[in-house]
């Protein structure tokens, strides 16, 4: 257990449903991401957060994607009108930035699994 | 970000020392290698990371040539429980800057432990 948490672990949808889900980071970590992980796949790169401002977002997030982090600790990732190539496994790490001229080490969670009938 | 080349797949007996090579020619003078694992079905798994020094931890020991284009992730005495994907990422982060620090997973080594 690396302390961050995903909720909720399996999630089973319609096509054209929405859906959220939740991404509660290491405390004390400032930087939140968000990958996805497709069957085969490495996961990746969706988007991060440094606090609570989103500051990088891939081509990948499609406008039907929206990741917010209101306070600056958890976060969530919505799907609007989900579509069956939405199935993945969607996962969530934190980091703490401590700095320039230093590294930050992502700790991953669980994912939340997707599936779109 | 540099790209990393890594075998598909390797086998590993019980007990011994399993050794997963990784190569990264175009590596930049500020990128850190990381290796992460994922065991089926879970999320990755921080394993170790290193500049230019060769780093050991309790899970792993990382070697980094002297150029800095390759490196191995030693796991000393592999279990069953070690059986998973390996990616090796070359970290590019521009550190002076604050960049984040994305991370790019290719398709990983499959590490097979058997008895």
């Known amino acids: 257990d690396t302390g961050v948490s995903q909720d909720p672990r399996h999630k089973i949808t319609k096509r054209g449903q929405n859906v959220t889900f939740r991404c509660d980071p290491i405390s004390e970590h400032n930087r939140l991401y968000w990958y996805r992980q497709t069957l085969g796949q490495g996961p990746e790169f969706l988007t991060y957060f440094q606090n609570e401002a989103q500051l990088e977002k891939s081509r990948l997030l499609s406008d039907r994607f929206s990741a917010e982090r209101p306070k600056g600790s958890f976060s969530t990732l919505e799907i609007q009108r989900t579509e069956q190539g939405d199935s993945a496994m969607y996962l969530c790490a934190s980091s703490l930035r401590r700095g320039t001229g230093r590294t930050d080490t992502q700790y991953f969670g669980p994912g939340t699994r997707l599936t779109v009938l | ?115």
């Not at chain 2, 850190?32 to 990755?44: C, D, E, L």
């Not at chain 2, 931890?57 to 429980?81: C, F, G, Q, V």
């Not at chain 2, 990616?87 to 990983?108: D, E, H, M, P, R």
């Open chain 2, 1 to 115: 970000d540099a790209k990393t080349t890594q075998p598909p797949s390797m086998d590993c007996a019980e007990g011994r020392a399993a050794n997963l090579p990784c190569n990264h020619s175009t590596i930049s003078g500020n990128e850190y290698v990381y290796w992460y694992r994922q065991i089926h079905s879970q999320g990755p798994q921080y394993i170790i990371h290193g500049l230019k020094n060769n780093e050991t931890n309790e899970m792993a020991s990382l070697i980094i040539t002297e150029d800095r284009k390759s490196s191995t992730l030693i796991l000393p005495h592999a279990t069953l429980r070690d059986t998973a994907v390996y990616y090796c990422i070359v970290n590019g982060a521009l550190i002076n800057t604050g960049t984040a620090s994305k991370l790019t997973f290719g398709t990983g080594t499959r590490l097979q432990v058997t008895l």
